[in-house]
């Protein structure tokens, strides 16, 4: 699976988007790019996922770059509930080889 | 969406007893499930997948002797924690395949903190 860099940690106002980047330059054609975060001792909760088209859901939108190397993760308006780490995770549905490699993510803090 | 259960949330055992970890997946069939351990402070760590009516396939370092993982059933797979001593205190967390969905998305359960004393 293609390695993916975020930044360690972000902060946002309540109310305002979080936006929440991803790098993943050498992501291959067949692998999508998934997000996950965990809330403190919880198990990681499933977001969103894309392959090239902009995806949205009741939760958040996903962003990818034409060129599929980036994308942003955009919560629309941000509550102290988002406070989590954020995990971005390029991933390849290779049937029997279906791994998920989480990295160290990024902690996201909503402030009042 | 997919809901996934772990039992239970959280154990204190002695050293050297076992402790075995339940993870089912409540809404939806599973033919393969995923074990991850999570130390403090730290990135989940994929331990092991398992597969409905096979041998599990475990990630390199991980001991299969000590970690036993059963997955006898397309909802239900178990992780035992053998001889467990106060290093294999953690939070252990399974997640669950739907394969029913094209997307193969997985869902994790809330997870099981396991304390060795």
């Known amino acids: 699976d293609a390695k993916t860099t975020q ?44 392959l090239k088209n902009n995806e949205t859901n009741e939760m958040a939108s996903l962003i990818i770059t034409e060129d599929r190397k980036s994308s942003t993760l955009i919560l629309p308006h ?3 509930r988002d406070t989590a780490v954020y995990y971005c995770i390029a991933y390849a549905l290779i049937q029997g080889a279906q791994k998920l490699v989480f990295g160290q993510g990024t902690r996201l803090t909503i402030n009042p | 969406g997919a809901v996934v259960s772990q039992h239970p949330s959280w154990v204190i055992c002695k050293s050297g ?12 069939q599973a033919t393969t499930m995923f074990w991850y ?10 331990m092991a997948t398992s597969n409905e009516g096979s041998k599990a ?22 992780l035992t924690v053998t001889s467990a001593h106060p290093e294999d205190s953690s939070f252990y967390i399974c997640s669950a395949r739907d394969s029913a969905v094209s997307t193969d998305t997985q869902y994790f359960g809330p997870g099981t903190r396991l304390t060795v004393l």
């Open chain 2, 17 to 28: 007893t076992s402790v075995k970890i339940e993870c089912r997946s409540l809404d939806f």
């Open chain 1, 78 to 80: 941000a509550t102290l």
């Open chain 2, 57 to 78: 396939t475990y990630e390199q370092g991980v001991e299969k002797d000590k970690f036993l993982i059963n997955h006898a059933s397309l909802t239900l797979s178990t």
């Open chain 1, 7 to 50: 930044p360690p940690s972000m902060d946002c106002a309540e109310g305002r988007a979080a936006n929440l980047p991803c790098n993943h330059s050498t992501i291959s054609g067949n692998e999508y790019v998934y997000w996950y975060r965990q809330i403190h001792s919880q198990g990681p909760q499933y977001i969103i996922h894309g």
């Open chain 2, 37 to 46: 351990r999570q130390f403090p402070k730290q990135s989940l760590m994929l």
